[in-house]
């Protein structure tokens, strides 16, 4: 399965290799979109991690009603498809947006979101509930003895900087920033909306115009060279640079409050945590806001795509899993786990614009790619939730072979036997998990399906960005409450159905 | 003089409620079983917890509210709880200054209590690069640093293999013996309390039961004491 994984992957590129074979030369366009990769990813990485830092800290000593809800609220971005959030993001800072309507309000210039600084915004919008997260489970896992300690030897708010969060920001913060650095890097629907033109166009999106506007193959697959080299360089370093956390371990009672407590710290706590909530939820409260209404008047069409994307998601999720699985139990089984980590990995460092560019190299000369549009998005989107599925899966994998291996083994049980009865009853929430993410993320997908696709054919998000493109706002904004909407229930009911089969 | 006046605590769904005096130079030991409540009671005793009702005094003065730190107690964990990232110096130098800010007379003071436990020449090392004893005595060398009158002891040795729990508490003996610390001390064994305490205390469902002089509790052991001999 996982030679399966590896050929999906390194079969388009290599197609795409072989079609830049060629005096192809990369252009000041080219460079120029090199550039502006680097530079937004760069940015967008350095204001996610910064601004996490002070949320993170106070989410970790604070306590107070709502703060588990909050938490969870926060994940929302994660899930939410990147078109909703970026307009979402445009109901504020946006030209008629709340933002620049007060600011007219008063008498001051107008905020503009397209160009770099809107870009940056969005990701960063995108990226800082993970940043506050890979922290902020940094800070929750320091163990309370030590903190115990620091307060039996009067530690004080300096000290705690010093002796706590230093190591624990040194082990974490530089792969997370290179984490999302790497995210931003394949960046394509933001930078399609709020970027554009020379001075704002990604490696992704010169990939998609090389393609789709002036169909210069050679051009797209050289652009897809350099965007794998530019992931594979990111995640090498982000794999490098990740350090041992040093900060111990402990007996795991309950969570204490920090010492060196004051009245500014507390003041600036609140004031994190409520710019972050603020930051994060207004945007999808002007997307509802806005959009609720429009949602029973929408056209045919937008209900037809949403249609075709909920299949579409359903697809992408079961062969998603039927890929993770065996995946996780070859993982735990192989004293090298690493081999098949690096499969994962290759997923998140080859591009979804290049796999959608290598697969239409692959089927042109023997389909018509436009007809298996659908399907190659499907086995794209099942490809790029890898590596989150397996996150999930194999550290239950190991606990079940742990807890119930022996008794397997001592019952013969092997093959579908064993999955059935020792495996899967201690999957299920995970799997549910998994699933839930593999199908939110399909159907909020706006990348591959933009390659290929044609009108009547398209999915929710790409039908959104099309009537958006038409100025039809009204309708733009229902159809992202539907797509917002329908993304979240996939994700609840399939997270809420891997929990039920877990307790029962 | 270490006085526990009408304490008590709820806490999910266990109720604590001790009073008990404990005079300068004794040395308690806590025994009960797990859940009996000792753990809660050093916890509230040390400050990391509030008691609903009572007060904590020390030679007269009320400690029941006063920061953990500015009570005039020590604490030996219940793992010997050193940061991985510094030196053995700069753990035990922590005891004297948290911001490690360390004058000239500092360092030698951190230096003399590291050969009170053995430990010269350990000072460059990480505590990854040390023995489970050895890391206990640097955990000793902090708290004979702090220089408190009292020390408090969460079962801090229960990891340690027979032979250096046996080291570890006739060292600690030997300590109290010197400075005339006034301690207390949960745990498990009843052995362990012999060695190094005086008094016993035996803690059911969060109630003191047993409160004798550890020679009589020995001699004549209470009904409630046998199961533990």
Known sequence: MAALVCLAVLGPLGAVLWRADGPIRLGASDWSAIRFTLLQAALSALGSVVLAIPVARALARRTFRGRQALVTLMGAPFLLPVIVAVLGLLAIFGRAGWLNGALGWIGAGDVQIYGL??????HVFLNLPLAVRLLLQDWLSIPSERIRLAHALGFSHADMRRHFEWPLLRATLPGAALLIF????????????????????????????????????????????VQVAICVCAGLMAFGVTRRRDIGAGLDRAPMAWPGDTRGSRWGDTIAITGAALFLLLPLLAV?????????????????????????????????????????????????????????????????????????????????PVALALPVTGLVNALISLPFLLRALVPAVQQAEATQGRLADALGLRGLQRLRHALLPRLSRPLGFGVGLAAAF????????????????????LE????????????????????????????????????????? | ??????????????????????????????????????????????????????????????MTHAPVAARPMSILFQDS??????SVFDNVALGLRPDLRLSAQDRVRVDDCLSRVDLHGFGDRRPSALSGGQQARVALARMLLRDRPIALLDEPFAALDPGLKTEMLAR??????????????????????????????????????????????????????????
């Open chain 1, 117 to 122: 600084q809107g870009v940056v915004l969005a």
């Open chain 1, 182 to 225: 790497l995210i931003c890097t394949t960046s394509f629907a933001v930078a399609l909306i709020l970027g554009g033109g020379p001075a704002a166009t990604t490696v992704e999106l010169a990939i998609y115009q090389a393609f789709r506007f002036d169909f210069d193959l050679g051009r797209a697959a050289l652009l897809g060279i």
């Open chain 1, 288 to 368: 509802v806001m806005q959009g609720l209404p429009a949602v029973s008047g929408l056209p045919g069409l937008v209900w037809a795509a949403a249609a075709r994307s909920i299949v579409l998601a359903l697809a992408s999720a079961a062969l998603a899993v039927s890929l993770a699985v065996p995946m996780a139990i070859f993982m735990v089984r192989l004293r090298r786990p690493a081999l098949v980590e690096g499969v994962a990995f290759l997923t998140i460092a080859v591009s979804p614009m290049v796999i959608g560019t290598g697969l239409f190299v692959l089927i042109f000369p023997v389909a018509d």
């Open chain 1, 442 to 461: 399909s159907m909020g997908d706006l990348g591959v399906i933009a390659l290929f696709s044609t009108p009547g054919q398209g999915t929710l998000p």
């Open chain 1, 464 to 504: 959104m960005y099309r009537l958006m493109g038409s100025y039809r706002t009204d309708d733009a904004q229902g159809a992202a409450v539907l797509l917002m909407g329908l993304t979240l229930a996939l994700f609840w009911a399939f997270d809420r159905g891997g929990r039920l089969n877990a307790d029962a």
């Open chain 2, 1 to 62: 003089m270490l006085t526990l006046e009408d304490l008590s605590l709820s806490q999910d769904g266990f109720d604590l409620s001790l009073t008990a005096d404990i005079a300068r130079g004794d040395r308690v030991a806590l025994l009960g079983a797990s859940g009996s409540g000792k753990s809660t009671l050093l916890s509230l005793i040390a400050g990391f917890l509030s008691p609903d009702r009572g007060r904590i005094l020390c030679d007269g003065r009320d």
């Open chain 2, 81 to 86: 709880n050193l940061f991985p990232h510094l």
């Open chain 2, 172 to 229: 600690m003996r030997e300590l109290c013996d010197e400075r005339g610390l006034t301690l207390v001390m949960a745990c498990h064994d009843l052995r362990d309390a012999e060695r190094l305490c005086d008094r016993l205390w035996l803690l059911e469902d969060g109630k003191l039961v047993v409160d004798a002089a550890m020679s009589d509790a020995l001699d004549k052991p209470p009904d409630l004491l046998r199961p533990w001999m």
